[in-house]
């Protein structure tokens, strides 16, 4: 086991008031001239339709709506639908609320139990529809109910300017779950600022291909903005196994977005494996700026296979920092393979020499494992 508290690479939207009890009346010509050309009644309807338009719900904010409490026990519709994600993955035969195609009909509040086999993936809510947040939605799956492809707490984001997913949360017992875990996840395909916080996964005896808290990304270079991750958790216990890498936070742009995981956590206690890395926090860009602070990982047994972060921040040509983040292990095996097994409190990157990276104040605290 190989401890590095802080370490840098370098080498990437009528009524006619006519008057009542007296006064005078225009005559209607010069009082409402428009009534030349359409006619009393024809103006009445005329206005109408011109006062509908303004009224109609897609030009008004979106009334808030009950959440929705689903229980799926393998039965097909009305639950079970196709969901193509902004990076365009399609989730066929899956569970979520009604119309999660684009927007579900609620956003907030829902909680889905899962208790029968899902063939496809599992969503909270989905807004790929405008800008307005997913919010305290909930899944939770019963013990031996098994899921094809992922499970995504509350999904937000697509062709949009801003997308928050924040309080979303994914309960897993006992489960085999095919893809990904998510909390939150906020995505954008174009310039804005994506945010997920406060989500939470929580994950006991199961398998999954990879855990993250909570995810924000802007994504299609060159396309700049802000993605942010903060307060989110991933805790995993039991005999559970990850496949892939364990994130409390991921921030990440393949443009020039800034990046910022703050106060993530990731928690690991199990009698498994996690197939690749454990993050506290991770901040990648390509030539925005990448941050991490005060994200934690804390292990206390299993097997990681590679490297444990409490945060990552990398930036191919502009800024990275790394600040605050610490790392707890008091149990399990590190570094399977030999070129693997370094314990970072923080760790920054960047493509090239020139560049301004900063790693200070990390701290790893090491009381029992090996490696």
């Known amino acids: 086991m190989k401890v590095k508290p802080t370490h840098t690479i370098f080498p990437r939207a009528f009524d006619e008031a006519l008057p009542r009890d007296g006064g005078e009346i225009l005559p209607f010509y010069l009082e409402k001239p ?16 011109v006062l509908a338009f303004f009224l109609s719900p897609a030009l008004l904010p979106r009334a808030a709506m009950a959440g929705e409490t689903i229980t799926w026990t ?16 399609s989730h066929t035969d899956s569970v979520a609320p009604q119309n999660s195609n684009t927007q579900s009909s609620s956003i907030e509040g829902n909680e889905i139990t899962i208790d029968g086999n899902v063939p496809g993936s599992v969503f909270g809510a989905v807004n790929m529809f405008d800008s307005e947040a997913v919010t305290d939605n909930k899944v939770i799956t019963k013990i031996g109910r098994n899921v094809g492809g992922s499970v ?3 999904l937000a984001g697509g062709n949009i300017v801003s997308a928050t997913a924040t309080g979303n949360s994914v309960t897993i017992s006992g489960n085999m779950i095919g893809d990904r875990v998510i909390g939150g996840w906020a995505i954008l395909l174009q310039p804005g600022s994506a945010t997920a916080s406060d989500n939470a996964v929580i994950i006991t005896d199961s398998t999954a291909y990879s855990v993250t808290g909570g995810a924000a990304e802007v994504v299609l270079w060159p396309n700049s903005g802000i993605a942010t991750t903060s307060g989110n958790t991933a805790t995993i216990s039991g005999n559970s196994s990850v496949s892939h890498d364990v994130y409390g936070g991921k921030s990440f742009s393949d443009g020039g977005a800034s990046v910022t995981a703050n106060s993530n956590t990731v928690n690991i206690s199990i009698n498994g494996t996690v197939g690749l890395n454990v993050y506290g926090g991770h901040a990648q860009t390509d030539s925005g700026s990448a941050t991490t602070s005060g994200n934690t990982a804390t292990i206390s047994g299993g097997t990681v296979n ?7 921040a990398q930036s191919v040509s502009g800024t990275a920092t790394a600040s605050g983040n610490s790392v707890t292990i008091s149990g399990g095996i590190f570094g399977t393979d030999p070129a693997y097994g370094n314990i970072y409190g923080g760790a920054v990157r960047s493509g090239s020499a020139s560049a301004s990276v900063t790693a200070t104040d990390n701290i790893v605290t090491i009381s029992g494992g090996t490696g």
């Not at 428009?34 to 339709?49: D, E, I, K, Q, S």
């Not at 590679?306 to 990552?312: E, I, P, Q």
């Open 74 to 89: 393998g039965t097909p519709p009305p639950f079970l639908q196709n969901i193509t994600d902004p990076l365009l993955d």
């Open 306 to 312: 590679r490297n444990v972060y409490g945060g990552w």
């Open 152 to 154: 995504i707490g509350g």
């Open 34 to 49: 428009y009534l030349c050309f359409f006619g009393r009644a024809a103006a009445r309807l005329v206005f109408c339709l």
